[in-house]
């Protein structure tokens, strides 16, 4: 979603400014911006489209200065037009505002100005904060800011600047997030660690209700009521490497071939196989708490909902307790029936999600102990849970998620693995786990291995106009996931179903126009979907399956077969994912869509 990075110190400010926008384009944007400070005037430049675009106008029409803001915006009030674009100017143009998020009450806001003699040259609700910041302006930047700030209703991550009170950005958050970046006479402002990271790895991650005005050399973090707030300096560990394509044409195809890798950094140091369990260190629950657990909520949107339920299966099939699976946008709004006995897991790679976040804070609320499956190291999830189990999947920047999704599933594993030795499983069964998790980065090779035969199987079908993807147990949360990367790369409408449930109405669908991907791997259920697969084929489907050993039953029912190692069934999710991604991806490729940001999607999205 949309992007903010700000800078003041003593280089050109603008290559800095285009350059933290680039590495935010993963995030979903369709214009872009900057505000530059030239002597005493703001100059600003916008553009719709690509970052490519905004750079073109600024070698058209340069602008030039030591201190500025950029934006990247994903349109939420009004097109993505040029006047739409961030930053956002005040009438007597003196304040420059770039924002990400949502102001509720900007039409109320948006009336009062105009009777108060501002002119409004956008739709956008950003621009309130432009001209009430103007309005509120009496010597101070900060204070003007801060007072306008108490008048808004919404979310807000904001950064601002001002031709009359010159050499600082004031920046605020609320709901959307922002950090400041620390360096040697210069500082950065940033809504994503990625977008400075090729200039400091020291930061300052700014919290809900902080107000900070970050100058050259110093900055100052206070709240809205100017009280000041200590706030750590925090260390990003992760490597400029990580956020480059390495050699791979697309983010999300490296991100497919790194997951023998983020696999295996996910159990890293937490897999005690010798006693079929695993040491989870964030997790900050005593043995009493872990005892005391009669139900678990976890919530999640998109692939991380996918991956929630999975861990449904696994909690409580080895646990026993019972787990309900809760879209984070439809639990924030319901009144849920949860206690302080009840564990609410709150899955997310990004951290940002809003509804996610604002499901956990209902959790919370209603004295549900909170534990964060997170990728994104000191995202506000991470920071506000009770526990936490970090992914360490390393940054993931294709919008489709890939290999977040795996290393979801294998913390989930650990997780149950720990409660489960807790509540009676067995050290032996404990010990079959926990050898088939350590055995998985291998796997997940071998079927990696196949990604030449999985691109000749997407050259078959990419012409396709739908999409049917089938499994039941463990495997239907990976047909749904399946179908979800098709879609959102290739625009091919996909559907996920219960492999059985397909006779309940998908069935009328299927003609020798209709491929059908069933993920049926030999488990418990394996004989079951044999017998789904045969309707469909009795009804000229097109059939490709994922399954796991040689099957006489399959002989001439199906298209394609790709074939994937076995492990417990519990596990079979991360194996059987890979081969629906990998289609996803050359399907998509094939078609020219632009994988790694497709259209209208977001990877982050801070507006519920
Ligand atoms: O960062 P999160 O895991 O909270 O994101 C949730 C969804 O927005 C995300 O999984 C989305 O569905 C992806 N585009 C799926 O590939």
Request: with cysteine; charged share 25%.
């Amino acid at each position: 979603m949309c992007g903010i990075i700000g800078y003041i110190g003593p280089k050109p400010v603008v290559p800095l400014l285009l350059e933290g926008l680039k590495r935010m384009e993963y995030r979903g944007y369709d214009s872009a911006g900057v505000a530059v400070v030239e002597g005493a005037q703001i100059t600003t430049r916008r553009a719709v489209g690509k970052i490519a675009k905004l750079e073109s106008l600024l070698t058209k029409e340069p602008v030039a200065g030591t201190m500025g803001i950029g934006h990247t915006r994903w349109a939420t009030h009004g097109p993505p037009t040029e006047r739409n674009a961030h930053p956002h100017r005040s009438t007597d143009g003196s304040v420059v505002v770039v924002h990400n998020g949502i102001i509720e009450n900007a039409p109320a806001l948006r009336a009062t100005l105009k009777e108060l003699g501002y002119t409004f040259t956008s739709e956008t609700d950003t621009e309130v904060i432009a001209h009430l910041v103007e309005e509120m302006f009496d010597g101070s930047l900060e204070e003007a800011v801060a007072n306008a700030l108490k008048k808004l209703e919404g979310t807000y991550g904001i950064a601002v600047m001002s031709e009359k009170d010159p050499g600082k950005i004031v920046a605020a958050r609320k709901g959307s997030p922002l950090l400041v970046g620390l360096g040697d006479g210069e500082n950065f402002l940033a809504s994503d660690a990625s977008a400075i990271l090729a200039h400091t790895r020291q930061v300052v991650y700014l919290n809900d209700g902080d107000l900070v005005v970050v100058e050259k050399d110093r900055y100052h973090i206070t709240d809205i009521d100017a009280t000041p707030l200590p706030r750590k300096v925090d260390r990003i560990d992760w490597d400029l490497a990580e956020i480059e394509r390495g050699g791979y044409p697309h983010f999300m195809l490296k991100e497919i071939f790194e997951q023998p890798q983020t696999v295996e950094n996910t159990m890293r140091g937490r897999l005690i196989v010798e006693d079929g369990t695993s040491k989870l260190g964030g997790l900050n629950l005593t043995h009493e708490q872990l005892m005391a657990i009669d139900n678990i909520v976890i919530t999640a949107c998109g692939t991380s909902w996918h991956s929630a339920l999975i861990g449904e299966m696994m909690i409580e099939e080895l646990c026993r307790i019972p787990v309900e699976v809760e879209y984070a946008s439809e639990f924030r709004y319901r009144n849920p029936i949860i206690n302080e006995r009840t564990l609410c897991i709150v899955i997310s790679q990004s951290g940002e999600t809003a509804d996610t976040l604002a499901a956990m804070r209902e959790a919370k609320r209603r004295g549900a102990r909170t534990l964060g499956l997170v990728n994104v190291v000191g995202s506000t999830i991470a920071r506000e849970d009770d526990g936490g189990i970090y992914l360490h999947a390393g940054p993931e920047i294709g919008v489709a998620s890939t290999k977040a999704f795996t290393s979801q599933v294998i913390a989930l594993a650990l997780f149950t693995l720990k409660l489960a030795r807790k509540r009676g499983l067995s050290v032996t069964r404990g010990m079959a786990i926990a050898q088939a998790l350590a055995a998985l980065p291998a796997q997940i090779q071998q079927v990696l291995d196949q990604a030449q035969a999985i691109e000749d199987i997407a050259e078959e079908y990419k012409r396709a106009s739908n999409f049917l993807y089938l499994g039941r147990g463990f495997e239907f949360p990976v047909a749904l996931e399946g179908a979800l990367k098709l879609k959102e790369i290739s625009y091919i409408h996909a559907e996920g179903y219960p492999a059985a449930e397909m006779k309940h109405g998908p069935i009328a669908l299927i003609d020798e126009l209709m491929p059908v991907v069933f993920v049926a791997p030999h488990d418990a259920v394996f004989e079951k979907v044999v017998s789904n697969l045969q309707e469909v084929r009795a009804r000229k489907g097109r059939i490709i399956v994922i399954t796991s050993r040689p099957e006489p039953a399959l002989d001439g029912l199906v298209d394609y077969e790709i074939r994937i190692p076995e492990t417990e069934d519990m596990l079979m999710p991360v194996l059987a994912a890979i081969p629906l991604q990998l289609l996803a991806y050359y399907i998509a490729v094939k078609r020219g869509s632009n994988v790694d940001q497709p259209r209208n999607l977001a990877k982050s999205v801070t507006v519920e």
